[in-house]
């Protein structure tokens, strides 16, 4: 069933970056991004209210429980993570294509298995290590690809922020799974609504800061904020894919190697409504290396079986 949950979590999330895509193009990012943990803090508030007040009870699949400062500490470091590998990829995003993007995002689980070989001594077996190679080569291609759109890998920024949130969310998953594992396991033992809900309403504490603090006073010398109704599904389809994700992690026998592998099968869902929608360029050859990927994920599975 866990399973199940991750593809569903896949498709939604290829959904989000289309939309996200599609809000950033020609706007501010700090605002767009602002306005996407607003929203998700609304989409979670009524849950935490209900759970609150025992309208939703202890146990429940949406029961979100504060449990005071032992629980929320670890929530707060998720909040700083994943803000950051946001913040890295939204400004990635809007300054690079989609069909691009999503290639190296996918690369995620590749991070998430070196991540705990290193963090946690696990050993790779062959099918991992000709996943691992596979990711290597298509990243190499990748930016041959981007060349052909004038995008030199080793000096673009953007692409740095990409990679750079890469590697973040890398770290996220490999925390996630540290945080809803039980405390007999090693793990936390915390509930995904719990992780999911609080975790939006710290990025968004953070977010009012920097928009007070840093783009509300240079708005006028940057590029300007414009309200599009896309940036509320950015945060609808974000909700409903990390929910998916959590309460796969929350499962007996999920392993997050397999989850987020699955997970990053969105890039098919991203790359092929952002061929169709935004008429981006190098298909073909951007094809051949989203295949390379994909091949090395499926190395992965076979490697984690």
């Known amino acids: 069933m866990w399973l199940a949950f991750a593809f569903l979590s896949a498709a939604l999330l290829g959904c989000y970056d289309v939309f996200k895509k599609r809000s950033l193009s020609g706007n501010a990012v700090i605002p767009v991004l602002f306005l996407n943990t607003l929203f998700c803090s609304l989409i979670f508030l009524p849950f935490v209210g209900l759970s609150a007040s025992g309208e939703i009870p202890s146990g429940h699949l949406f029961h979100s429980d504060f449990g005071g400062w032992d629980v929320q500490k670890f929530i707060v470091l998720k909040s700083c993570i994943v803000l950051s590998s946001w913040l890295c990829g939204y400004f990635g995003m809007k300054h690079l294509p989609l069909t691009l993007v999503g290639p190296i995002n996918a690369t995620r689980p590749i991070m998430v298995l070196l991540g705990a070989m290193l963090v946690f001594g696990e050993q790779l077996n062959l099918f991992q290590w000709i996943g691992v190679t596979l990711a290597i080569v298509s990243f190499f ?65 953070m977010m009012s800061v920097m928009v007070l603090c840093l783009w509300f006073p240079t708005r006028h010398r940057t590029t300007p904020f414009r309200w599009k109704g896309s940036i509320v599904w950015i945060s609808v389809f974000l909700s409903m894919a990390d929910f998916a994700y959590f309460y796969a992690l929350s499962m007996d026998g999920a392993m997050v190697s397999i989850v987020s592998m699955v997970r990053r099968g969105s890039v098919v869902v991203s790359f092929l409504l952002g061929a169709y929608l935004f008429r981006e360029k190098n298909l073909k050859s951007k094809a051949i290396d989203l295949l390379l990927v994909l091949l090395g994920l499926i190395f992965l599975y076979l490697g984690s079986k």
């Open 141 to 205: 291609l990748l930016s041959r690809s981007g060349k052909k759109e004038g995008i030199d890998f080793k000096h673009n920024r953007w692409v740095a922020m990409i990679v750079a949130a890469a590697i973040l969310g890398a770290i996220s998953g490999l925390y996630d799974k540290y945080l809803m594992a039980p405390p007999e396991n090693g793990g936390v033992g915390l509930q995904p609504m719990t992780v999911q809900s609080y975790y939006n309403f710290y990025q968004l504490l």
